[in-house]
């Protein structure tokens, strides 16, 4: 957690949107590589480890590292592909679903590990690069599926009047091309920014108040901080979870819609 208090009166200062900025090279320049980049990368290399080390003896009766990988995998497999797609369709875009899922949830649980304490995406362009991937994947899929012509046809329902025909497929315009891609981005990138800007309220605000220039109240004050701190961390530890399997559930949703003839 990137915040400080300031330093020669001290004061508190708040916890802000620069706090996420944390280049390590390149300054302030659009170009530079930032504390994030690096995490992202490294969530790649630990996802490859742990996935070739808990696979490469795989048994009938699985060890605890073969089990928790199936887990995981079941999960996303039969949980969130079968069940929305369909057992017709769903076996080709368990690779995708799969990988959104791990990349996001070790991404989000960054902002809980020591040393690291930093949610991945609590940075927009990390979120909003996934949901551009999605974004192309399930035009991709519904035009391959239905022509062209038949899948913007199929954005609006059958047997509307015809007089409010083209504000309704307006609005499903919308939905499709700017609503699904913003609010998936938006929805993940506000729950870790929010919840990282609150943990590093609880533990700063409780070191300041428990052992800066305070009375007697507010250091008391500042140790219901830290155990605030405490239980937000468990909190947040399941809505990391949580919006790792939103994000990919809409996915499969929205990729179950382009497979459809039908509204």
Known sequence: MSLLLAAGDGGFEAPSPRDFWLPLAGGDSPWAFTRPM??????????????????????IVPGRGQFFTESVYGLVRNGVARDIIGSRE????????????????????????????????????FPLALALIVFVVYHAVGIRSMGLGGYFKHMVPAGLPVLILPLIFFLELVTYFVTR????????????????????????????????????????TGVLAFVGGFVMTLFEGFVQFLQAYVFTLLTALYIAGSLVEEH
């Open 38 to 59: 690096l995490l992202a990368g490294l969530s790649v290399v630990l996802i490859v480890t742990w996935l070739l080390v808990s696979t490469r003896k795989m048994a």
């Open 181 to 220: 891609p913003v609010t998936l981005a938006l929805r993940l990138f506000g729950n870790m920014f929010a919840g990282h800007i609150l943990l590093a309220l609880c533990v700063v605000g409780g070191e300041h108040l428990l052992f800066g220039d305070t009375g007697l109240g507010l250091k008391a």
């Open 90 to 125: 769903f076996l080709r875009f368990v690779p995708l679903l799969f990988t959104m899922f791990v990349l996001i949830l070790v991404n989000n649980l960054f902002g809980i590990t020591p040393l690291v304490m930093f949610p991945t995406m609590s940075r927009f362009g």
